[in-house]
């Protein structure tokens, strides 16, 4: 139609914007449907241990309240549900699946044992207090090694505290390692963090006993997926199942999945007929909402002495936490397979060991396993560089994948269904486009140089962004008796600003302005079946399925003007809203009802792709590390809003920042959770952000979809460790520091200097070089 | 529960509520009055997402209790927009592209509101210094910081002071 491509590409103000600053938004928690009732979740107190009984007779008595659920209430009409695999499962996990609500045993602080319902939340929280649980202690199993170790076992039934070893092999490993010039092994760590969604959790479940027809409201990522689910769980008929999306107070990755309260809270709506709404506390969220990010690796690098990488082995521990959780094998997958990320590493064997510990389940959290194969490769990149006498910029320029060896596949994991390729790129470009933003030539004098008492480091590093998770997504477009368009998507919002950007793309196919967009989404009222807002694929998928229907619409419309206004459906033209047939036109509205639903297929991901650059300063005084500059620039096949894409991009990178320097879930050695609030769990503040360029290109478009456009939104997150510690390195170089863990917190920069400082003091000792 | 009744100007308009002593302020907006705009991202003083002005100032109103407002004047983010149009500061957060899914952004504008008030002039480190009393998780803050500097002139303007500015 006319005008394309008008909207796509412009940076058009959000739609949701106008309703979101006058206080209009509507999150779960201003839902009041009739009759509501209120839900609070008692929790486990204790790491491990054996739950004896649970005594809530106190709690039943305290007026107000309505009731009080336990296994005993839930499992009365059969087993008590396990929470589903959604994602990447494997048979090795069934067995360490989390009930529900807690049955014979507690496996993490924050595991609830127990529900109560009342008139008024407070009470509710007030007869949390009336509760006698019994807990017989079991020994805490508080990190990967005592998991390793299985001398107290989480999961007596299943015999060992690892859950599987995923294999990622590509070429052979050993028989490189064995003929190259250089070898190097080193031990890396990141700390347990999360993703922390402004807006705590939340749902409110309506249940109509005359009609068993149930709503869940707050849903969002895979309402389809959940509802099918829940549906099961609950031994209700799909059809008699609906979630439904209200506004989203920040996923990234953690909300929307199947926690144990998507179920306790319907459960409480059927048994008690009544509407019942659930909100989380911050203390709940810390402990109850999916951790993420606990890696702990032992890798090594072989390299000829010319810096050509020849291959990466060793092996991961993922700190899973108590249960294996919707898509808790997720990041340990990605972590194991993309290793590689942007460059050419021919052989490659990584053993993940998935591990339970006594602490909160683990799931994926913004760029899950890319974040950590950055830090661990990057580092690794600029050990080797250093011990080679390679600069590091020469370094990566010889690593990076050229434009003609893609597509390329990654490694495969052993056993596992598992295949994907790096699509398309110019990744030599964009890396050499972020040196020039940031202007490494000019400030490389930097590198390592004392100025007014602290060190100055600059880095580089390159990453890939997994995006468009398949398999398919459905969109249907309704003609509206105003003259605009009904456009309904399966995909999710999570506060990302989707409904702009799908009602650009809507826009463009129809050549209507945006106004005449009414853009629907999430809610499983609204088409056949959708596939959410995960893997950077809502504008992917949901995206290509606007175009797949639009295309349809269009044929439709073509057909039946061609029957009332005369002609073949091919001499219909369709211009601003207005359908010009041979003998006369009709507006778009003498259409009202004309409606299609269409599904886009894709099997394939795509890959955006792009470079970090950092400068740091280090007081040795502190460990405090400043930021001082930050470039990023990543190529997303095609941007749709770039005003939005920028404000991820941003926000991504502070994220990350916070990764990198702040966010850290601690634990004591019994198992208890030491960061229970925000004064202790630490996130990036106004005063905390650097000066950050953010640069997006729509430089080679995706071949995979007929949008061309690649996932974004996670790529500002996915270098910033790597880029970070090694500035951090590149500036204490005289100091010889290698900083292999997260946080780099000052306690933790200002122990490494020490150290250094002792060393340097002994001359004996001896370093790693070549083999 | 004891129970009181409280009076209080909200957004203009004088109400009558009845709380529960214990209640919040953040509470009794949201549950009692059904100002939901205040939202309760920490509920302990933390996050910022739920500041509300009393009597001018920026308060957390998780960490107030609603018999303690009584008599006072309160502006939720829902008063700050005038005759169905937004603010300047409030058009500057579209414009801007401050927030993402806006869940912290009725208590910035509100602190920010509070801040442009008193000093028109604010420079980008005192915008910053004072934001930093509120979490935001997606935007990474820089955008705000921008609109909050686009949004100034509106209250230094010569007729200006805060109720020009809404």
Redesign the interface.
């Known amino acids: 139609m006319s005008r394309p491509n008008a909207w796509i590409g412009s940076p058009v103000?959000?739609v949701?914007?106008?309703?979101?600053?006058?206080?209009?938004?509507?999150?779960v928690?201003?839902l009041?449907p009739e009759r509501l009732l209120h839900a609070v979740m008692l929790r486990s107190p204790q790491a491990h241990g054996s739950l004896r009984s649970i005594d809530a007779g106190a709690a039943r008595d305290l007026p107000g309240v309505v009731a009080v659920f336990t296994a005993a209430d839930v499992g009365a009409a059969g087993a008590v549900p396990l929470i589903p695999q959604r994602q990447h499962a494997l048979p090795e996990g069934e067995a360490y699946r989390q009930p529900v609500i807690a049955v014979d045993k507690v496996r993490y602080v924050g595991e609830p044992v127990a529900v109560v319902i009342a008139e008024d939340p407070?009470?509710a929280e007030d007869a949390l207090e009336l509760i006698e649980v019994d807990i017989d202690p079991l020994p805490p199993v508080a990190d990967h090694v005592a998991a390793d170790s299985d001398a107290a076992l989480l999961f007596e039934a299943a015999g060992s505290n690892r859950i599987a070893v995923l294999r990622a092999r590509a070429g052979d490993a050993d028989a490189a390692f064995a003929a190259a010039d250089y070898t190097r092994r080193a031990q890396f760590g990141i700390q347990r963090h999360t993703a922390?969604?402004?807006?705590?959790r939340g749902l409110c479940a309506t249940f109509d006993p005359a009609s068993g027809r149930l709503v869940l409201y707050g849903a969002t990522k895979v309402p389809y997926y959940n509802r099918r689910a829940l549906a099961g769980m609950l031994g209700l008929d799909i059809a008699a199942v609906d979630l439904i999306e209200v506004?989203?107070?920040?996923g990234?990755g953690a909300r929307g999945e199947i926690y144990p309260e998507d179920f306790l809270v319907p459960f409480a709506a059927m048994r008690l007929g009544a509407a019942v709404r659930w909100i989380e506390?911050?203390r709940e969220h810390l402990s109850a909402c999916n951790h993420a990010r606990e890696f702990h690796a032992d890798l090594e690098i072989a390299c000829r002495r010319d810096g050509t990488v020849l291959a990466l082995r060793g092996r991961v521990d993922a700190d899973l936490g108590a249960y294996a959780r919707t898509n808790g094998f997720t990041p340990p997958r990605n972590v194991v397979q993309f290793m590689p990320g942007p460059y050419r590493i021919d052989h490659v064997a990584i053993d993940g060991h998935l591990l339970v510990t006594n602490k909160t389940p683990a799931g994926t959290y913004r760029g899950p396993g890319r974040f950590e194969t950055s830090f661990f490769c990057e580092r690794l990149f600029d050990m080797a560089a250093h011990d080679l006498g390679i600069d590091p910029v020469a370094f990566r320029r010889r690593n990076l994948l050229r434009k003609d060896e893609l597509p390329r596949p990654f490694p495969g994991i052993v056993g596992v269904d598992a295949a994907t390729e790096l699509d398309n790129g110019d990744y030599a470009f964009v890396f050499q486009r972020c040196l020039d933003d940031f202007g490494w030539t000019e400030k490389a004098a930097l590198q390592g140089r004392l100025i007014d008492g602290r060190y100055h480091g600059i880095a580089v590093a390159s990453f890939i962004e997994g995006g468009g998770g398949a398999p398919r997504e459905n969109a249907r477009i309704t003609v509206e008796a105003d003259g605009g368009v009904a456009v309904d998507v399966g995909s999710s919002a999570?506060?990302?600003?989707l409904a702009t950007v799908l009602s650009q793309i809507a826009a463009d196919a129809l050549g209507l302005p945006m106004s005449a967009v009414t853009l629907r989404h999430g809610s499983t009222t609204l088409v056949t079946e959708g596939f959410g807002s995960n893997h950077s694929r809502s504008t992917v998928m949901g995206g290509s399925a606007i175009l797949v229907a639009a295309e349809a619409l269009l044929a439709e419309l073509r057909t039946v003007a061609a029957a009332e206004l005369g002609g073949a459906a091919t001499d219909v033209r369709i211009a601003d809203g207005v359908v010009h047939g041979a003998a006369g036109q009709r507006p778009l509205s003498a259409f009202a009802g004309l409606s299609v639903e269409r599904t886009y297929h894709n099997t394939k991901y795509t890959y955006s792709y792009g470079t970090h650059a950092a400068h740091v300063a280090v007081d040795p005084r502190t460990g405090h590390v400043e930021v001082i500059d930050y470039v990023t620039v990543e190529d997303v096949g095609r941007v749709i809003n770039p005003?939005?894409l920028?404000?991820?991009v941003?926000?991504?990178?502070?994220?990350g920042l916070g990764s990198v320097f702040l966010e850290h879930l601690v634990y004591d050695e019994t198992g208890q959770l030491l960061t229970g609030?925000?004064?202790d769990y630490l996130?990036?503040?106004?005063?905390?952000?650097p000066r950050?360029r953010g640069v997006s290109l729509g430089l080679e478009r995706c071949p995979n979809n007929p949008l061309g456009a690649k996932g974004a939104g996670e790529g500002g997150l996915i270098a910033t460790g790597g880029v970070i510690a090694n500035a951090v390195a590149a500036a204490l170089r005289s100091f010889g520091v290698e900083p292999n863990h997260l946080p780099l917190s000052p306690p933790r920069v200002w122990r490494l200097i020490q150290e250094a400082r002792r060393r340097q003091a002994t001359p004996h000792e001896t370093g790693q070089g070549a083999a | 529960?004891t129970t009181a009744r409280i009076t209080l100007t909200i957004n203009g308009t004088a109400t009558t509520l009845d709380v529960?002593v214990?209640?919040t302020l953040a509470d009794a907006l949201?549950e009692k009055a059904?100002?939901?705009?205040?939202?309760?991202?920490?509920?302990?003083g933390?996050?910022g997402?739920c500041t509300v002005l009393v009597d001018g100032l920026a308060v957390r109103s998780c960490l107030m209790l609603a018999v303690q407002a009584d008599g006072a004047a309160v502006t939720?983010?829902?008063g700050?927009?005038r005759d169905g149009a937004?603010s300047p500061l409030?058009a500057a957060?579209?414009?801007h592209?401050a927030?993402?899914?806006?869940?912290?952004?009725?208590g910035i504008?509100t602190t920010m509101h509070a801040l442009l008030t008193a000093e028109p002039d604010a420079d980008e480190a005192r915008?910053?210094?004072v934001?930093?009393?509120?979490?935001?998780?997606?935007?990474?803050?820089?955008?705000?910081?921008e609109a909050v500097l686009a949004a100034r002139d509106a209250y230094r303007a010569p007729d200006g002071g805060p109720e020009a500015a809404r």
Do not use: K, W
């Open positions: 103000p959000r949701e914007d106008e309703r979101l600053v006058t206080g209009r938004g509507r999150f928690g201003d009041v407070a009470i922390l969604p402004m807006e705590p506004d989203v107070g920040g990234f506390d911050r999570i506060g990302q600003g005003a939005t920028h404000g991820q941003i926000g991504a990178v502070v994220q609030s925000l004064a996130v990036p503040t106004a005063t905390d952000v950050i | 529960m529960p214990r209640m949201r059904r100002l939901t705009g205040t939202h309760v991202a920490c509920e302990h933390v996050c997402a939720t983010v829902e700050l927009a937004l409030q957060f579209r414009d592209h927030l993402q899914c806006g869940f912290c952004t009725p504008l915008i910053r210094d934001l930093s009393g509120n979490l935001c998780r997606c935007t990474g803050y820089l955008p705000i910081v």
